[in-house]
């Protein structure tokens, strides 16, 4: 793959980035469409497009078991995403590093599986206040049927995470901490560092959802080592479903299966089964081959730039956004701060968000309104919904500042 | 007037913007200002339609042969898709309403509004119209 990155503490060759992006010169509603909506999912390189391409043009046949040529060299590909997907999350045994069809496929196998082993009634399971309904919902639906107590760690009044408070939040029964690294919504980068520690000593079971992470930080998960890891590649420049689910290794063994099925045997008869190690214990049925495949491609072309670097325009992105932003009295921004991965949440006063998102969708704005999967944040928040900018390595300071004038436009036609 | 008329009067009124969509929007705006706001007793539970975004209040009456219908968003270029729709059906007979073709929204170049995508509460809304109406023959 072409990639021209200039001078990688400082300066991105955006414009040579944008070229890998067929999809950036397309026209919408007349206008070339500035996309920011990569939080809800990613724009594809060709590098993506062609190597899903190209699996299916040359490699495709179903994997493991087959004798065949065709059948080893699918296989070949697949475990060759697998240790791609590990070293890029700095694992060192791939089979921690489980393909699911994404963050929430991961995070309802993770429920599931403690459910049928480590929690029991009375437990409870501590969750941020700005969780995704995804890392809500697997975890309510296990407290209703078992009698399980979700709690919440609460917010500070700058939306950021009451660290303080987990200490007090956590008690004899505190079996799980499911978290996100990144509010999807408000763009805030949680202190997994603390928290981790904290969940160590109380020896509590930790769930990062990394889903908005992964996207924009360098995640290492030897070094963060949590018990359960999931993100998904399609918000990583990958395909749709498919995404990760990685455990520490003692999990590979103990945690039960949510789904079982062909693939993840070693010897079946009629009584019982006799499982397969590793990985393969997770995934049944034919897997997403070309979308293991596809999320590698996705990883070399993230590499290829480099995820730091990508962070870093991002934020100065963000920052630039939050900057302009501020100077229009009539918005009113959530979650500020300069500690953000690509997200940028806020509404116009006495505006729906509904109206702002479909006027700015006529100038060729893609930005997210509504309550981003987050009711109860908006509730805590007080409002219907908020329009999210969310930005990728491929979008432009010009982009923003594009962004910003037609804003004012919206400001005009609502007022 | 009849449904048909008032189709057209409103065709009328949009062509004056030409190609011209945030002249078109900031007139969608108006209507949603000058909608008359529904009593606050009608905006219950049971007469909101839960679009994903923006939400639709709609209470009907019927008053000699005729529905009434009042509603309000709390999403303004909604709304003034709402001001359209009333003008439209409301003061209609049941029958007109069921048969209402309602092209003029394809025809003032509003169509994306009726897309399931949008998430509105608007198709929702029509359809809820079209249910008075077919209750009220029903009765």
Redesign the interface.
Known sequence: MEMKTVDSNIHLDVEAIRLNFPILTKKV?GQTLVYFDNGATVQKPIAVIDAINDYYSHYNANIHRGVHTLSREATELFEQARQTVAAHFRVVNPQQCIFTAGTTDGINMIAQGLAKSILKPGDEILLTAYEHHSNILPWQLWAHENGGVLKVIPLLSNHSLDIDSISTLITAKTKVIAVTQVSNTLGLITPLEPLLKLAKQHGIITVIDGAQAAPHLPVDLTALNPDFFVCSAHKMYGPTGIGLLYMREQWLKTLPMAKTGGGTIKTVSFEKTEYAEGALRFEPGTPHIAGAVGFAAALKFMNAVGVSNIYQHETELVNEAQHQLLQLPEVEIYGQSEHKAGVISFNLKN?????VG??LD?YGIAVR??HHCTQPLMQLLGI??TVRASFAVYNTKAEVHHFIEKLK?VIH??A | MEIREIENEIIEEFELFGDDWEQKYEHLIDLGRSLPLIAEQYKTESNIIQGCQSRVWLNARYQDGKLVFTADSDAIITKGMVALMIRLLSYQTPEAIIKAPLEFINKIGLKEHLSPTRANGLVSMIKRMKQEAVQHLAK
Do not use: C, E, V
């Open positions: 509603n505006a729906h968000p509904f109206d479909t006027l006529k309104t509504g219907q919904g436009r036609l609502l």
